[in-house]
Nanobody, 125 residues
Framework: VQLQAFGGGLVQPGGSLTLSCAPSGFTLHNSRIGWFRQAPGKEREGVSCINSDGGTYSADSVKGRFTISRDNAKNTVYLQMNSLKPEDTAVYYC????????????????????WGQGTLVTVSS
């Protein structure tokens, strides 16, 4: 199983980016997917996650700005990020695991079995 996040880059505050994650050797059907990020000197945190039944989680810091979505036909997960702020600067990772998990654990890194290489998002003027 390989996951790779794409779409990072440099964007000005207030701008938008869309990250994508297309795993190989793993189907998104009946899977939970999470987007996590890690800023320098900080712990990895769950940003937006989607359960196998469609239930979602969004960190308070990104609610109303970030949207996670999945396209099972394309076997791809997206993270649409709008109104980006400098504090959103981090390496973003996608993670996956099979099946549904209780909602309280959806945002925990321990709830995912497969992790991809991250993509750097830098929000700066």
């Amino acid at each position: 199983v390989q996951l790779q996040a794409f779409g990072g880059g440099l964007v000005q505050p207030g701008g938008s980016l869309t990250l994508s994650c297309a795993p190989s050797g793993f189907t998104l059907h009946n899977s939970r997917i999470g987007w996590f990020r890690q800023a320098p000197g900080k712990e990895r945190e769950g940003v937006s996650c989607i359960n196998s039944d469609g239930g979602t989680y969004s960190a308070d810091s990104v609610k109303g700005r970030f949207t996670i979505s999945r396209d099972n036909a394309k076997n791809t997960v997206y993270l649409q990020m709008n109104s980006l702020k400098p504090e959103d600067t981090a390496v973003y990772y996608c993670a996956a695991a099979k099946g549904r998990i209780i909602s309280s654990r959806l945002s925990s890194a321990r709830s995912y079995d497969y992790w991809g290489q991250g993509t750097l998002v830098t929000v700066s003027s």
